[in-house]
Antibody
Framework: QLRLQESGPGLVRPSETLSLTCTVF??????????WGWFRQPPGKGLEWIGS???????YYNPSLGSRVTISVDTSKNQFSLRLSSVTAADTAVYSC?????????????WGQGTLVTVSS | EIVLTQSPGTLSLSPGERATLSCRTS??????LAWYQQKRGQAPRILIY???TRATGIPDRFSGSGSGTEFTLMINRLEPEDFAVYYC??????????FGQGTKLEI
């Protein structure tokens, strides 16, 4: 059964870069049938899509995050990563990675367990 | 950028009643709209996609309707486990997404 696991620092200082990695267990990130995505949810607030990637490197980003976000894939490690630069307190959130079927783009399964990232000095 | 506006922000009902949740989009999205349920501490669960198609395993007391810019999620005969936050979401032909701000369904 496929499982996703986020990893990375739980505390990031303002103006620095948030870096998270999602490791895929029990399946291959190079499957041609899936995209891989990042979402976040600030405490007590709603869901926000951050971006998505295909294993070949094609990326899609939320325009509201502008050039601050970069998503990349490392097929040798079966991982994909998120970098969010120039963070502020507004970037404090639970960050989750997901798998997205190419032909059922509304179906996110599975989700990682999520990791809380706090932006604070 | 498409904006999704959900109403009401909070809906207070009792078990056995019917809930009606609305989602309005700033421009037409056809039928490319999904509804998700999220309980505290859990990942969102898809209920409806294509505006009106129930996802696998979703009880038939959940129904979705609408197209274009106006959408509705109806929950008949509310069960205690239905009290949660509900989000509408637009999805397109690529993996890009926009969510509404959510409706909290409370007892």
């Amino acid at each position: 059964q496929l499982r996703l696991q986020e990893s990375g620092p739980g505390l990031v200082r303002p103006s620095e870069t948030l870096s998270l990695t999602c490791t895929v267990f029990g399946g291959s990130i190079t499957s041609s049938s899936y995209y891989w995505g990042w979402f976040r949810q600030p405490p007590g607030k709603g869901l926000e899509w951050i971006g998505s990637i295909y294993y070949g490197g094609t990326t899609y980003y939320n325009p509201s995050l502008g050039s601050r976000v970069t998503i990349s894939v490392d097929t040798s490690k079966n991982q994909f990563s998120l970098r969010l630069s120039s963070v502020t307190a507004a970037d404090t959130a639970v960050y989750s990675c997901v798998r997205i079927p190419k032909f059922d783009l509304y179906w996110f399964d599975p989700w990682g367990q999520g990791t809380l990232v706090t932006v604070s000095s | 950028e498409i904006v999704l506006t959900q109403s009401p922000g909070t809906l207070s009902l009792s078990p056995g009643e019917r809930a009606t949740l609305s989602c309005r989009t700033s421009q037409s999205v056809g039928s490319s709209l999904a509804w998700y349920q999220q309980k505290r501490g859990q990942a969102p669960r898809i209920l409806i996609y294509g505006a009106s198609t129930r996802a696998t395993g979703i009880p038939d007391r959940f129904s979705g309707s609408g197209s274009g810019t106006e959408f509705t999620l109806m929950i008949n005969r509310l069960e205690p486990e239905d009290f949660a936050v509900y989000y509408c979401q637009h999805y397109g032909t690529s993996p890009t997404y926009t969510f509404g701000q959510g409706t909290k369904l409370e007892i």
